[in-house]
């Protein structure tokens, strides 16, 4: 095993049209919204970006985006990254329409999505690869409390509501 190789997944099930995540997803310029870890998210070209993010461990991590694939058809957003993290990110955004309860009911109809998310990475700062093999289940359990923050804010943002984010 390398301990400086992370690979994750995860599910996002929201109740909003995919289209709407789609938008918000691609809106990445608006993240320190909606995510609470993300403290800056800019553009620097047409298909590139820089973020700045900060989850529970004290350290920031600043990457740079640069777009691969934006594709609403597919509902696929995957970008290339770089800097203190390497490798790539991807969304990949499909509707659902949950099953109806037995007997009908208030869930009925109702349309959602189901956001599939995948990171293949490691880290370009040093430090992070010093301590990648003492920390790596801290590493990981830090990106699944960032990924879950991320997935509620989306949620209340998407709904209109309260955010996590930073304003």
Do not use: C
């Not at 820089?50 to 777009?67: D, F, H, K, Q, S």
């Not at 770089?82 to 790539?88: F, N, S």
């Amino acid at each position: 095993m390398d301990p400086n190789h992370y690979r994750f997944q995860g599910v996002w099930r929201l109740a909003a049209p995919a289209p709407a995540v789609f938008a918000a997803l691609e809106d990445v310029g608006n993240y320190p919204r909606w995510w609470p870890e993300i403290l800056d998210a800019r553009r620097t070209g047409e298909d590139s970006g820089e973020m700045v993010v900060r989850a529970l461990l004290p350290y920031r991590l600043v990457i740079g985006l640069e777009t691969r694939r934006r594709d609403p058809a597919t509902g696929v957003l995957e970008v290339a990254m770089r800097g203190d993290l390497d490798g790539w990110s991807r969304f990949t955004v499909v509707p659902e329409t949950p099953e109806a309860p037995a007997g009908g009911g208030a869930g009925e109809g109702r349309a959602g999505t189901r956001v599939l998310f995948e990171e293949d990475t490691r880290p370009g700062k040093a430090l992070l690869r010093r301590l990648a093999l003492p920390l790596h289940p801290v590493f990981r359990a830090n990106h699944a409390v960032m990924m879950r923050r991320g997935r509620r804010g989306l949620a209340a943002y998407l709904a209109g509501g309260a955010t996590e984010g930073h304003g």
